[in-house]
């Protein structure tokens, strides 16, 4: 989890530099200052020679891998290597389950967002195209191999909650979590989605 020093974690990532989008920008950018206190200029990324991505936000792992490890954000931190321990939580707890299809179907999804929760190791607000058009961000949670887990979009005035619920650890409770689409690699027969070997 990120700490109190780094405006609870937020990255903000600009990755659109259309003629005319500086305006959009920074509206979003007001309304994350006026909801985060988003003053930090290590946590904006925000420059058209290093970050002028389109829809690949995933390149400024190459610009800047520390923020995929974490190193800038938690001196603590330890990269998840595998997902052994939650996967096998998460048979086990299927295992044990003898109750009706739609009990056991609201089971599968909750053990899917536990899964997803222990292999996020952080998130990103992407201000792409997308949401320079529309104000709606996206909000990218990465493991860390830089794989999205989930993915939305949200309003910026809600990004304020969506860092609290992180920062307290109760984000497998909020639907910008648990309601999110689900990345490629965590999808059934994904690299790191079902079937799980039981």
């Not at 609870?8 to 309304?31: F, M, P």
């Not at 003898?98 to 190791?121: F, S, Y």
């Not at 949670?141 to 993915?151: E, L, M, Q, S």
């Given at each position: ?100 299809e739609v009990t056991r179907a609201n089971a ?40 999205t887990v989930r993915d939305s979009r949200i ?30 690699d965590y999808l059934t027969g994904g690299s ?7």
């Amino acid at each position: 989890m990120p700490n109190e020093g780094h405006c609870w974690g937020v990255i903000w990532l600009r990755t659109c530099y259309d003629d005319g989008s500086e305006e959009a920008h920074q509206k979003l950018l007001n309304v994350l200052h006026d909801e985060l206190a988003l003053e930090l200029k290590e946590n904006i990324l925000d420059d058209v020679a290093l970050y002028d991505y389109g829809d690949d936000w995933r390149r400024i792992f190459e610009v800047v891998p520390e923020r995929l490890l974490q190193e800038l954000l938690d001196d603590d931190y330890e990269p998840q290597t595998a997902l052994d321990e939650p996967q096998a939580t998460m048979r086990e707890m299927l295992r044990d389950l003898r109750v009706d299809e739609v009990t056991r179907a609201n089971a599968w999804k909750m053990a899917i967002v536990r899964l997803h929760l222990d292999a996020a190791g952080n998130y990103v607000l992407v201000a792409d195209k997308v949401a320079l058009d529309t104000g709606k961000v996206l909000v990218v949670f990465f493991d860390d191999c830089g794989r999205t887990v989930r993915d939305s979009r949200i309003e910026a005035e809600l990004c304020d909650g969506l860092a609290g619920a992180w920062f307290d650890g109760c984000i497998d409770e909020d639907n910008v979590f648990t309601e999110a689409n689900i990345g490629p690699d965590y999808l059934t027969g994904g690299s790191c989605g079902p079937p799980l070997a039981t």
